[in-house]
């Protein structure tokens, strides 16, 4: 059961890694090596000052060069799409079964805690509170069922992180399909329908305001749940990896702001640096799930 849960964990890592490198350079690069010298940028400007019309010409010439940009960002998000329950899993066994040992043992938590020296809280997949064995919850009715201060926020945490996550793809995906439907039969003489504005508004403000601030709260409840406990149960790489998730959450809400009060434009001043600190984060947590290893047996 350990080595499944721990396998399960490095196999859910590798796929943060790819998406978080998706995120922050294949879809950048993509963009400034191709997108941009092909006038994306002018397209961009275009549409923010209203000019619709110019913008839909641009795509309507572009129009897979402009797909397969927005298929590499959804993509990205696609592969997190289980990193809220796999860190809310990580959090019960540190949280309940480190703190276990702690009073079990009498022992230090920063020297029994399950994710010492940054192996991760999978690496024991047991622990002992009284010389006994104690599985670790694999199910989540196992895990909802386990007490343990803090639970509601690492749970509510985790849901809204998938929503958000679950939101950013099917807003983006709808904007995309839209957006390539109306530009494919769209000509330098056509007359722009008065509701693409709106539509692909609306498209933007599910993807990035609702879905950015559902990703939001789980980044600043998770950064939390972590920094709460701090050293004593934590790893101080874990401890500084919940402090940049309470910077995401931040530059997050403020990126979701600012799109809601401009949705027309697609993305505001702070939606680029908040999505690549996302991907850094990302990718920082994989790169720690992909380096679990179990423990020696004894």
């Known amino acids: 059961m350990r080595r499944t849960f721990l396998t399960r964990l490095r196999i859910n890592g590798s ?6 490198l998706l995120l922050l350079l294949g879809a950048p690069l993509y963009q400034w090596l191709w997108l ?28 897979w060069a402009f797909a397969l940009y927005r298929l590499l960002q959804i993509a990205a998000f696609a592969l997190t799409l ?3 329950f796999t860190l809310f899993r990580i959090i019960v066994a540190q949280e309940v079964l480190g703190r276990d040992e702690e009073s079990g043992a009498g022992e230090p938590a920063e020297e029994t805690a399950a994710l010492d020296e940054g192996q991760g809280a999978a690496e024991d997949g047991q622990a002992s509170a009284d ?27 985790a849901w809204s992180g998938m929503l958000g996550i679950l939101l950013l793809i099917l807003g983006n995906l709808a904007s995309t399909v839209y957006q390539v439907g109306v530009a494919r039969g769209f000509s330098a003489g056509s007359v722009l329908m008065p509701s693409f504005a709106l539509v692909v508004g609306v498209c933007t403000l599910v993807a990035n305001t609702v879905g950015g601030l559902l990703l939001a709260l789980a980044a600043l409840l998770f950064g939390v749940v972590i920094t709460r406990s701090g050293l004593q149960l934590w790893p101080p790489l874990w401890v500084a990896l919940g402090y940049v998730a309470i910077l995401l959450a931040l530059f997050l809400i403020g990126s979701a702001v600012q799109v809601a009060l401009a949705p027309a434009g697609g993305q505001a001043f702070l939606t680029t640096p908040a999505f690549l600190l996302f991907a ?9 799930l992909v380096r679990l290893r179990p423990e020696p047996a004894s």
């Open 15 to 20: 796929y943060y890694v790819l998406g978080a």
């Open 36 to 63: 941009l010298p092909h006038g994306y940028g002018e397209a961009l400007a275009a549409a923010s000052r209203g000019q619709f019309s110019v913008y839909v010409l641009w795509l309507h010439s572009h129009l």
């Open 82 to 84: 289980s990193l809220p």
């Open 131 to 157: 010389g006994g064995s104690k599985p670790l919850p694999q199910t989540a009715e196992e895990l909802l069922a386990v007490p343990w201060r803090g639970k509601g926020f690492a749970v509510i945490a």
């Open 280 to 288: 850094l984060w990302t990718l920082w947590l994989g790169l720690i």
